[in-house]
């Protein structure tokens, strides 16, 4: 099955006094990189989210965020009263001077300086890692049905391209035969220019020599037998294979890069051109796949 490295997958769980959302963000890249954003109270247990992502994303550069949303009557600061109070009557005494009284906004100032709010360390209950880590899995989950749903879209759009290849194929064989002829008809007048006498035999088996060097059937079998092993493997449902079918897409090019190296007729050369233009986009289109 092709599936996109492109992904996007959240899910969110309730607790008891918070919520956690978590959202996965995959983009293509040859090798799994992967990037945490999360909370310091679950970082302990980022080697094991490390590990389920790698399990169900395999490639990709990837984006884990965690984010927690505690109720009103949640905290895990406490207040340094004593710091609080030194603060207060500093800036009290200012306001005092420069006849600027508002108690609020003050109060306000004041927990938003350094060291008047000291974070507890969190001790997290085997329930929420339970429940943190079913969480990420369906996140991961919805991360690798919406690579299937758009793995779906490249999947069609390599098909089409790669049977154009195939019919580009077949569109060589009448222009083959008349590049024969044209070329046989070229020597022949070029010999008849000649004022002097030649072994006949010896021009036949030179002229065969010749022609079979510049014979396209076997880069025209090989090349079939490569779209043939593209399409297998683009259908095989067990798995993605776009390493694979980077390989077969290199063997496809070597291919049409010979035809077009042999064959001197202009019509072929145009078919050998609109071929590299469909391969360089499925090339393009293999970038993205897993």
């Known amino acids: ?28 890249n040859k090798n799994i ?28 550069k990837t984006d884990v965020t965690i984010k927690i949303d505690c109720s009103e009557d949640y905290t895990n600061y406490i207040l340094n009263k004593t710091i609080f109070k030194k603060y207060y009557r500093e800036l009290k005494n200012l306001s005092d001077e420069l006849k600027a009284n508002d108690n609020e906004n003050l109060i306000s100032a ?13 001790e997290i209950s085997d329930d929420e890692w339970i429940a943190l880590e079913e969480c990420f899995k369906e996140a991961l989950e919805k991360t690798d049905k919406y690579r ?29 035969q008349q590049r024969i002829k044209n070329i046989k008809k070229k020597l022949q007048n070029s010999l008849s220019e000649i004022n002097t006498e030649y072994d006949s035999n010896r021009l036949e088996q030179e002229l065969i020599y010749y022609l079979e060097k510049l014979d396209i059937n076997e880069e025209k079998v090989r090349l079939e037998k490569h779209i043939d092993y593209f399409n297998e493997i683009l259908n095989d449902k067990n798995s993605s294979n776009g390493k694979k079918l980077g390989f077969i897409t290199q063997e496809i090019g070597r291919e049409i890069n010979t035809l077009g190296s042999k064959a001197s007729e202009a019509d072929i050369q145009k078919i050998v051109v609109q071929m590299k233009d469909e391969l360089e986009k499925i090339k393009e289109q293999l970038s993205n796949i897993l």
């Open 110 to 122: 004041i927990l938003n300086l350094p060291d008047v709010l000291i974070a507890q360390e969190e």
């Open 33 to 60: 990189d992967l990037h945490f954003r999360i909370p310091q109270a679950y970082k302990e247990k980022e080697p094991v989210f490390r590990n389920l992502a790698s399990q169900y994303l395999e490639r990709g």
């Open 148 to 176: 299937q749903s758009e793995g779906l879209h490249i999947k069609n759009d390599l098909l089409q391209r790669i049977n154009k290849i195939y019919d580009l194929l077949g569109q060589i064989e009448p222009y083959e």
């Open 1 to 28: 099955m092709i599936k996109s490295m492109t992904g996007y997958g959240n899910a969110r769980c309730q607790l008891e006094n918070k919520s956690i959302r978590i959202e996965v963000r995959s983009l293509n």
